[in-house]
């Protein structure tokens, strides 16, 4: 029995021992007796948003330091009360010194399963890429970032599947706007401006081979053709709208237009896309969503 007379009291001087730890309870290595609710497996179980700086390479062999954000999961076996979740952390934090690119993954997803006893596991890491971008014609410089996810699945077959995960800023210029616009200059003579939005492309793509971000961006630049801009003098404005005019697309186009350069890329075994232009003519987004068709594949 506890005693009721407990102290307030932390002794930072209170050493722990083996026998001690051992006396420790452990509700989530328990028995099948303590589970609540029904008795399933569960799919996957973990930690999410776990940071640290991690090293990536560069095509030019630099290496970058990014802050990043982990998701590690694990699958829960029916029978079992939970697993260990520090131990995704620190099983983790064992390559900490590492260089992460996809195929990195496959060791990571391999410890897991070993150390959690576990049949699948799944692996995330989120962070902020820099690319330096040149202006369109003033000659200056600035850094564009890149949302991107590697991610690694594995399966009870021990079979590896990586991922990668981009989100690409880009300028859309309705086409159906531009030819209402001129229509009422040539007819009326009225000043109208067509109309154009922010849009972004949500990449996912599953690798057969490893790629590096700067080469999606590169697909997705030369598909598009009118990514926002970081460092803007006046030229580069002009230039912008000009870009604007002669690469004016629907959301149905950009889609296509991804689909078009991503078909053919070797180190892409699949991929789905999904554009959305966030319009500024009406309160609504219009979003396209296409995907590479791989029997079985990503929907």
């Known amino acids: 029995m506890i005693s009721t007379k407990l102290k307030r009291h932390y002794d930072p001087t209170f050493t ?19 589970i609540e609710g029904a008795d399933v497996p569960i799919q996957q179980v973990g930690i999410s948003n776990f940071k640290l700086p991690l090293k990536y390479p560069r095509p030019d062999g630099e290496l970058l330091t990014l802050e990043t954000s982990v998701d590690g999961y694990v699958g829960l076996e029916a029978g079992k009360k939970g697993i260990n979740m520090s131990r995704i952390m620190r099983s983790f934090y064992n390559f900490e ?31 902020n890429y820099p ?14 970032y890149y ?26 210029a309705c086409p159906c706007s531009y030819e209402l616009s001129e229509h009422a ?27 590096f971000v700067e080469d999606l961006v590169n697909h997705c630049r030369e598909a598009l053709m009118t990514e926002t ?50 319009e500024s003519l009406h309160s609504h987004d219009a979003v396209s969503r296409i995907c590479k068709g791989v029997k079985n594949g990503l929907r």
Do not use: W
Request: charged share 30%; glycine share 4%.
């Open 185 to 211: 200059r040539e007819t009326r003579e009225v000043a109208s401006i067509p109309h154009s939005q922010r849009s972004i492309a949500n990449l996912t793509v599953e690798l057969n081979e490893e790629i």
């Open 97 to 127: 010194d590492d260089v992460f690119h996809p195929d990195k993954l496959e060791e990571i997803l391999k410890t897991y399963r070993e150390e959690l006893n576990t049949q699948t596991a799944y692996l995330r890491l989120s962070f």
């Open 16 to 34: 722990v021992s083996d026998d001690y730890k051992a006396s420790l309870p452990d509700l989530q290595n328990g028995p099948a007796s303590l």
């Open 229 to 278: 801009q970081v460092m803007v003098k006046r030229e580069d404005e002009q230039a912008f709208a000009e870009m604007n005019g002669a690469y004016q697309k629907f959301v149905e186009d950009a889609a296509r237009l991804l689909y078009e350069q991503l078909n053919d890329e070797g180190r892409i075994h699949d991929f789905v896309i999904r554009c959305t232009h966030m």
């Open 131 to 144: 690319i330096k971008q040149e202006s369109l014609r003033s000659g200056l410089e600035g850094y564009q």
């Open 147 to 172: 949302t991107v996810s590697i991610e690694g699945t594995m399966d009870a077959d021990g079979q590896f599947r990586k991922f990668m995960h981009l989100d690409f800023e880009y300028s859309s």
